[in-house]
């Protein structure tokens, strides 16, 4: 979890993003039970409010479920956990668009930087691949 939370956005949104990102990056499981959301209060050291008002949010976007009084669990609806990669890789790409088109680099200058620096990363990181 974020060890500092941003003051530009609501914690509740900061906790689903981390959440999603955990998810998309197979830290968590389908069909992996999730913290309280007490519990998870206590160790984020946010009011259990805001856990549930992250966990509902989560659970519209389909991201959990929760069965009667049992713990919340991901879920293993394969087209939403697809879906959760795909925004979280647009959000990024949105946001990496947004800082480079005003300095005035052309699409193969970008392709060509990006694929230079992520093949730097996978050597930095023993060869492992995403």
Known sequence: MPELFNQREPVYVQVVRHFKEQIAAGELQPGEEMPSRRELAGNLGINPNTVQRAYKRMEEENLLYTEGNMPS???EDTKVLTQVRHELMLEAVETFIAAVKPIGV?????????KEQFLLEDE?????TA
């Open 124 to 128: 930095q990181d023993g060869g492992e």
């Open 106 to 114: 052309s699409l193969q200058e970008v392709q060509h930087k990006i």
């Open 73 to 75: 669990k991901i879920t």
